[in-house]
């Protein structure tokens, strides 16, 4: 089990959920990361004493530092800050659960200096993926997935002794709240309808990605960095109730499932404690109660973003790097209420026609595409909906 660890975006849902399995199994929290919710990184602070935090926002940050000069807690800023925090020498593991792009810099920076990094930020590995794996292996580091459908897949990986029995893995997925809608629903839908997830707590971005099926499409490429497999070997299966976390298939046509309640303590506490396993404050699975499972094929034609996302890992290069820019300013956009649902995913497939991709070779190569495609998304903010 590990002994010291750094929670990047520590007030987010995965964050605050990593703090209380961290008290619970008396690891020690050596620094705090967030985007600018000073507040609540203050009752942190105070809580847990961490040596050094990081506020990316540059004004919070200096508001934090009066707030909290009666303690010796260092301050840094930026993504800087959040770099600094990545590579504390003795840190046994770096919980990258901040939300969006930024998150990558500071995975490399954590690799970069020989510290594992357990992963719930998923741009990292969706845009940067080929970097970071590579990396990971020159340095030796281990990739711990804290993604709910990839801790489950590494979970029921454990007893594959060789690569060639896998068949295929099965992300299930729950459908979000739009799940058997037809597009004539979708065209009006509210933001508020698309924030509210049937089973998981998160943040607003994720969130929408459920109800778009982006969050999958990202996932499948993810799955394809984590665990070195072709795409079209990874299957989704909408699962409405999220108790089967995801599922492996080997050759003799066995399938491993990870089941459990609906909770990201499980895939945080696996990632702290791995290989062991140990008592946990994620409630027991009661299956009589939840009675019934039920298993949908995902509708493909109304929710793009499943095909969007291999077309582009498929394509490889910067093209995932692309994508993922594109949803994440067409989310803004929506929850801004200047695009309708429906055009989040055609922005991104528009997107996806419109560029080319490139080898990445560096960070500013990922960067540097990340930046393309959010100015086309903006540039063009005029003409979507056409
Ligand atoms: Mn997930």
Redesign the pocket.
């Given at each position: 089990m590990v002994k010291n660890v750094v929670v990047l975006g520590s007030t987010g849902s995965v964050g605050k959920r990593a703090l209380e399995i961290a008290k619970n199994l008396e690891i020690c929290v050596k620094g705090l990361a967030v985007f600018n919710n000073i507040s609540l990184l203050e009752k942190q602070i105070r809580i847990f004493k961490p040596e050094k935090v990081a506020v990316y926002d540059e004004n919070a940050a200096e508001k934090l530092k009066n707030n909290i000069s009666d303690l010796n807690v260092e301050v840094l800023s930026g993504i800087d800050g959040l770099c600094e925090l990545a590579k504390i020498d003795y840190v046994d593991i770096v919980l990258n659960a901040v939300s969006g792009m930024i998150g990558l810099k500071p995975t490399l920076c954590a690799i970069d200096n020989g510290i594992n990094v357990a992963l719930a930020n998923?741009e990292t590995l969706v845009a940067g993926g080929a970097l970071v794996m590579q990396r990971a292996k020159k340095s030796g580091v281990r990739i711990l997935p804290v993604?709910?459908?990839?801790s489950a897949i590494f979970q029921c990986l454990q007893g594959c002794y060789n690569k060639k029995d896998l068949n295929r893995l099965i992300l299930t997925a729950s459908g979000g709240p739009f799940f058997g809608k037809s597009i004539s629903y979708l065209k009006t839908v509210t933001k508020e309808a698309a924030l509210k997830h049937p089973n998981w707590s998160m943040g607003p971005k994720?969130t929408i990605d459920s109800a778009t099926m982006m969050?999958k499409g990202l996932?499948i490429i993810e799955a394809v960095w984590l665990f070195d497999i072709d795409p079209d070997k990874i299957d989704v299966l909408i699962h409405r109730e999220s108790i089967i976390h995801s599922m492996v298939e080997y050759n003799d046509n066995s399938i491993i499932a990870q089941i459990g309640v609906a909770d990201m303590g499980l895939p945080i506490q696996y990632a702290f404690t791995y290989p062991d396993r140990c008592p946990s404050i994620v409630e027991k699975l009661n299956l009589a109660s939840v009675g019934t499972l039920s298993f949908f094929k995902p509708d493909n034609e109304t929710f793009k973003g499943i095909e969007i996302c291999k077309a582009a890992i498929k394509i490889g290069g910067t093209m995932p790097a692309i994508i993922n820019a594109a949803n994440e300013e067409a989310v803004k956009l929506f929850l801004n209420n200047q695009v309708s649902f429906l055009e989040i995913t055609n922005i991104v497939n528009k997107t996806l026609n419109y560029f080319n991709a490139t080898e990445v070779n560096s960070l500013e190569d990922i960067l540097n595409a990340d930046k393309l495609a959010r100015d086309f998304v903006r540039k063009n903010i005029i003409r979507w909906g056409e």
């Open positions: 998923k993604d709910s459908e990839h994720i969050n996932e």
